[in-house]
């Protein structure tokens, strides 16, 4: 079994950066896919970014130039680095993990994921 542990939410001002933790426990070999997901009120959640096998990544095209995912494996732990937030990222952000190999299109969808996270609240203010 895996225990994902999201971390490092808050509430900024837009232009601020924040960086989110996930600590995963349990069975930390044999995974291919970890991602950071999105709610907010509404259909969802939407997909930020994906970094499969410790170096190949892909962002939202919402984020892009202002996240960065990134992993640490010997602290068992992925991050996401936010920065110059905006108000549309205020959002429960979740981190998930998949147990197979997933195709690079579908990285960004919830589906294939196994094990989630609680979420972390972020929240962005004028």
């Known amino acids: 079994q895996v225990q994902l542990v999201e971390s490092g939410g808050g509430s900024v001002q837009s232009g601020e950066s924040l960086r989110l933790s996930c600590a995963v426990s349990?069975?930390?070999?044999?995974?291919?896919?970890m991602a950071w997901f999105r709610q907010t009120p509404g259909p969802g959640p939407d997909g930020v970014a994906a970094?499969?096998?410790?170096?190949?990544?892909t962002y939202a095209d919402s984020v892009k130039g202002r996240f960065t995912i990134s992993q640490d494996n010997a602290k068992n732990t992925l991050y996401l680095q936010m920065n110059n937030l905006k108000i549309e990222d205020t959002a429960m952000y979740y981190c998930?993990?998949?147990?197979?190999?997933?195709?690079?299109?579908?990285?960004?969808?919830?589906?294939?994921?196994?094990?989630w996270g609680q979420g972390t609240q972020v929240t962005v203010s004028s």
């Open positions: 998930a993990r998949a147990k197979y190999q997933i195709a690079k299109e579908r990285w960004l969808l919830p589906a294939p994921y196994n094990y």
């Open positions: 349990g069975d930390t070999a044999n995974y291919y896919s």
């Open positions: 970094i499969n096998l410790e170096t190949d990544t």
